[in-house]
């Protein structure tokens, strides 16, 4: 079965990078948050609004992940952040060893919280570890509320969900309370937010979260 | 390079399976459509609501790729397709010799028109030829209007796009022009529709069109 040895020294040779990523970010005193969900969820959206709100408290650094284009590294930037743009030229995930050079672009001395925002797949950048401290999973209304159950990988390696576009929540069948229960029974220790980046919804909690996350407390 | 060589042989194994797929479908007279897009753009509900349409008129069956669950294919059947579920129990894509297992278990005698049904992903389906006569790609209002540009490889080799959700237009940033621009660029021969599968806005036309490529005639 040579595919399936060849898929499995990657993967290891990935989490030998990721280790790498892991204590070199541990060493500058950065926390680092894996951003995924499938496309159109609103990552890009959810980071722009949570940099605006916290640019006065911490240093925040971006890592932004697209196969194609840098639009969403100019939003990010415009937001107010650090941020290195990778472009996977068709990849469909992050590896370690993008992570790796991008924090050679970066100023790692001035950055107390990194995010890394995934290509936009709820699939296989599951299985990649890119030495952050936390996954957060974000889905959206508009999407269906039976995601937790058919893409169950995800949530089970993510330790955050961010549930969005709560204001789209009239115009949709969405059972919010039926998309926790699914990711809990995966995944129990999963934490919840539920927001709206439109309006604002749920964004207190969310940053002053993310703030204790970053000084290490959470 | 041995992972690509490995890359390039599991591809051309595939394809060779796809040639094979399409050969029986084609001596049996079905016309198939591969149906791919993000997770919960709504490929489920525009096949329930097109087979719902379309049932009296010719005999369809559909080929549901999801990684866990059957809970759509349970959908389509009620909907009145002979339909048949691939759990891929991780894997973020179909392949041709998953098709290939699936067609045993259809009554393929008796049916005109073949939907397969991918997993919600943007990106890896697009690489995968099924032995399908079509590509169809799916998109969302909800989802961002800077898909194409942000996935531009599904969009290449797609021979129709569909717009769905345009009952939520009034509620979210989205510029459809935009859209088939984006599209139109890395696609000039793209067939686009616009639908909402909640209200039927733009089914009729995607049916009537339906109608003559199962014909043949388009």
């Avoid at 408290?57 to 890592?63: K, P």
């Avoid at 401290?133 to 508009?142: G, K």
């Avoid at 115009?171 to 220790?189: F, G, H, M, T, W």
């Amino acid at each position: 079965m040579p595919k399936i040895t060849i898929a499995q020294n990657i993967l290891a040779a990935n989490d030998t990078i990721a280790q790498e990523v892991q204590q070199s970010l541990a060493t500058h005193g950065i926390r680092t948050i894996n951003v995924m969900s499938s496309p159109g969820a609103g990552k890009t959206t959810l980071l722009e609004r949570t940099i605006a709100r916290l640019r006065g408290e911490m240093a925040i650094g971006v890592i932004e992940g697209d196969i194609e284009t840098s639009a969403d590294a100019e939003r990010i930037e415009t937001a107010g952040a650090e941020t290195v743009q990778i472009n996977t030229r068709g990849a469909c995930h992050l590896e370690a060893h993008m992570i790796r050079a991008a924090l050679k672009e970066l100023d790692i001395a001035h950055i107390n919280l990194l995010f890394i925002e995934n290509i936009g797949n709820l699939v296989c950048p599951s299985e990649w570890d890119l030495g952050e401290d936390l996954r957060a999973v974000v889905v959206s209304t508009t999407e269906g509320d039976d995601k937790p159950a058919k893409y169950p990988q995800m949530f089970a390696v993510s330790q955050v969900m961010i549930v969005n576009k709560l204001d789209l929540l009239p115009y949709v069948d969405y059972d919010v309370e039926k998309v926790k229960r699914q990711a809990l029974a995966i995944n129990p220790q999963l934490r919840i937010f539920q927001v709206s980046c439109r309006t604002g919804e749920g964004l207190d909690a969310w940053c002053e979260w993310l703030v204790t996350f970053a000084n290490g407390k959470s």
